[in-house]
Nanobody, 116 residues
Framework: QVQLVESGGGLVQPGGSLRLTCTASGGIFSFYFMGWYRQSPGKQRKLVATWRTGGRIEYDDSVKGRFTISRGSDGNTLFLQMDKLEPEDTAVYFC??????????WGRGTQVTVSS
């Protein structure tokens, strides 16, 4: 059973930075997909950035050039470096993974608030 825990959220001023971390525990896993999504009040959960086996990385157009997704060398940690944050980035950020066997899991999320 994969357990995902996000951390690193908080309150930051526009133009600031935050680094989110997602830690997977509960066993030894082989993830072929890891990603960050976000959800604002009243809106659907939306893709932010994803990593796939082979190092394929994708970003939503709204965060290209500002956010960077990376994977820890242990294979069980996922990061999201967020720079030049804007009020529109305010949301709950969720981590998700999919194992090689096709099982997907989600974390409970971490709140990011961008406000002056």
């Amino acid at each position: 059973q994969v357990q995902l825990v996000e951390s690193g959220g908080g309150l930051v001023q526009p133009g600031g930075s935050l680094r989110l971390t997602c830690t997977a525990s509960g066993g030894i896993f082989s993830f072929y997909f890891m990603g960050w999504y976000r959800q604002s009040p009243g809106k659907q959960r939306k893709l932010v950035a994803t990593w796939r086996t082979g190092g394929r990385i994708e970003y939503d157009d709204s965060v290209k050039g500002r956010f960077t997704i990376s994977r820890g060398s242990d294979g069980n940690t996922l990061f999201l470096q967020m720079d030049k944050l804007e009020p529109e980035d305010t949301a709950v950020y969720f981590c998700t993974t999919t194992t090689a066997s096709g099982k997907s899991d989600w974390g409970r999320g971490t709140q990011v608030t961008v406000s002056s």
